[in-house]
């Protein structure tokens, strides 16, 4: 893959430390370590690895997350999420929010920094996640944030939740050889791995979150593009009532609502 103008510059930027708008070509004079880096930045392009992971940077909701090899590039539609939950939760509640599998934390400090009255707790079996999600939240200074290293099941949590989101693993798992080599290659199996079905994550997340939800509680989980009656089922038959279903920006049906 060639890296093309935009690219460049974005590059350029990055080993300047400058804005993208300051990258005027005739004006920037590189020194020979800093030509040595972007040579090897253009290699790693040439060989398919993402933008995104080279810069180590990716833009979701209105901030740049600081992002690795440890954690799933932050995709425009689960944007679908932070929409849904503003649409039916006013700015001032004070909400006590859980993110499932909270990779860099992407999903709920950008929630916490649309509710500056709520409070929100992020886990991860992966402790390189766990360090990502907790580089971010220094970054832009949320303090109303926890981030726990721990494996879904043995969560406990002191209170009880109002709001759970997740963008949980949904690819099965026959399917990841034929995944996109910036995917398959530079994103955790972890966070993209569904199991054989694709569900085993939404099985879990639903049994789970009955213990875990206040009544009337909400959950709102992203979704394969396939997969949204087989989830709507999985949260029917765990006694949650489906109250949304949001299509994301290429009309697949991605988010799910449901009230406990």
Sequence with gaps: ???GKKELRRMIAKIKNISYEETVFEDIHLTSQENYLLQSMLERYHN?????????CRAFWEHDFFINGDV???RPETEILIEMILERFDRQSEINFLDIGTGSGCILLSLLQEYK??????????????????HNQKKFGIENANFIECDWKDFF??????VIVSNPPYIRSCDISSLDENVRSYDPLLALDGGESGLDAYFSIAQLAKRWLKPNGCIFLEVGYDQMSSVSSILQSNNFKIFEIKKDYSDINRGIGAIL
Excluded at 48 to 56: A, D, Q, R, V, Y
């Design 1 to 3: 893959m060639l890296a």
């Design 48 to 56: 398919g690895e993402p933008l995104s992971k080279i810069l180590n």
């Design 72 to 74: 799933l590039d932050p």
């Design 117 to 134: 009255n709520a409070h929100g707790t992020g886990i991860d079996v992966s402790s390189s996640a766990i360090n990502v999600a907790k």
């Design 157 to 162: 949590c002191d209170e009880k939740i109002d």
